[in-house]
Antibody, heavy 117, light 108 residues
Framework: QVQLVQSGAEVKKPGASVKVSCKAS????????IHWVRQAPGQGLEWMGI????????TYAQKFQGRVTMTRDTSTSTVYMELSSLRSEDTAVYYC??????????WGQGTLVTVSS | EIVLTQSPGTLSLSPGERATLSCRAS???????LAWYQQKPGQAPRLLIY???SRATGIPDRFSGSGSGTDFTLTISRLEPEDFAVYYC?????????FGGGTKVEIK
């Protein structure tokens, strides 16, 4: 069965970076895009960007340009999202989600990133 | 960036009633690339509708999507107890995807 399993919760200080992983299984890794979406406590969903695991190409939301990097490792079917220069407003649950271009049908369980001094 | 505005913010209804949720885009959504998601507390979102009107795999037929251009609607024909949740629309017709702010469907 299709699964996206994310890495565990993180606590970071302001100014630090965080790298969240998303390991895919149960399907052909290079056949589906991976999106990253975050959700601040009590807030709505916010799209951060997308990576094509086939060639590694990425598109980032303008808000995160220069601060986010999405990469993939095809040997382990894992996608990574690194966010730098963290501030308190980056405290959120971060989700990876699979897409074939028509909505995201499978989602990871979410990773809580807390930014606090 | 396409801004999606969902209304109402909260919908208070009873089980068995019909729910109508609106999603309005600031500009036309290319090829009606509009999806709807359901999210319950502590859970990841669940895809309900894609392409404005196609139900995702395993989604009951009481959920239906309609609309085109800038105005889209999600209808739940008869609310079941498990349908009380927050619903988000998302457009994926531009290179920068966006979500609406959500509509909470609560028990009256």
């Amino acid at each position: 069965q299709v699964q996206l399993v994310q890495s565990g919760a993180e606590v970071k200080k302001p100014g630090a970076s965080v790298k969240v992983s998303c390991k895919a299984s149960g399907y052909t890794f290079t056949s589906y895009y991976i999106h990253w979406v975050r959700q601040a406590p009590g807030q709505g969903l916010e799209w951060m960007g997308i990576i094509n695991p086939s060639g590694g190409s990425t598109t980032y939301a303008q808000k995160f340009q220069g601060r986010v990097t999405m990469t993939r490792d095809t040997s382990t079917s894992t996608v990574y999202m690194e966010l730098s220069s963290l501030r308190s407003e980056d405290t959120a649950v971060y989700y990876c989600a699979r897409s074939d271009g028509d909505g995201s049908d499978y989602w990871g369980q979410g990773t809580l990133v807390t930014v606090s001094s | 960036e396409i801004v999606l505005t969902q209304s109402p913010g909260t919908l208070s209804l009873s089980p068995g009633e019909r729910a109508t949720l609106s999603c309005r885009a600031s500009q036309s959504v290319s090829s009606n690339y509009l999806a709807w998601y359901q999210q319950k507390p502590g859970q990841a979102p669940r895809l309900l509708i894609y392409g404005a009107s196609s139900r995702a795999t395993g989604i009951p037929d009481r959920f239906s999507g309609s609309g085109s251009g800038t105005d889209f609607t999600l209808t739940i024909s008869r609310l079941e107890p498990e349908d009380f949740a927050v619903y988000y629309c998302q457009q994926y017709g531009s290179s920068s995807l966006t979500f609406g702010g959500g509509t909470k469907v609560e028990i009256k």
